[in-house]
Nanobody, 115 residues
Framework: QVQLVESGGGLVQPGGSLSLSCVVSRSIFSRNGMAWYRQAPENGRELVAGITSGGNTNYADSVKGRFTISRDNVKNMVFLQLSSLKPEDTAVYYC?????????WGQGTQVTVSS
């Protein structure tokens, strides 16, 4: 039973790129803003990028100009394109609703930026 399933993470060198995908259950996705969050070791979960049902986007200052969020309203998927990656982007990345109530969190996908 699909709820939130993230994929696409991996190990990449500084300056590299990755594309993350999230398959979302229709009941969670439909008419809801969606977002990507990340959690680094010993840090709390933080909002990285959000996208409304109408396609308006917002980004954390730390990723503006480097990350791009998008959504496919037919396939119920959310995407995050990461570029110009930095070591401080290393974290587990999750997708979920943009605003509460949050759906049960998925496993996330690990992004590691290291040379």
């Amino acid at each position: 039973q699909v709820q939130l399933v993230e994929s696409g993470g991996g190990l990449v060198q500084p300056g590299g790129s990755l594309s993350l995908s999230c398959v979302v259950s229709r009941s969670i996705f439909s008419r809801n803003g969606m977002a990507w969050y990340r959690q680094a070791p010993e840090n709390g979960r933080e909002l990285v990028a959000g996208i409304t049902s109408g396609g308006n986007t917002n980004y954390a200052d730390s990723v503006k100009g480097r990350f791009t969020i998008s959504r496919d309203n037919v396939k119920n998927m959310v995407f995050l394109q990461l570029s110009s990656l930095k070591p401080e982007d290393t974290a587990v990345y999750y997708c979920n609703r943009l605003v509460p109530p949050f759906a049960p969190w998925g496993q996330g996908t690990q992004v590691t930026v290291s040379s």
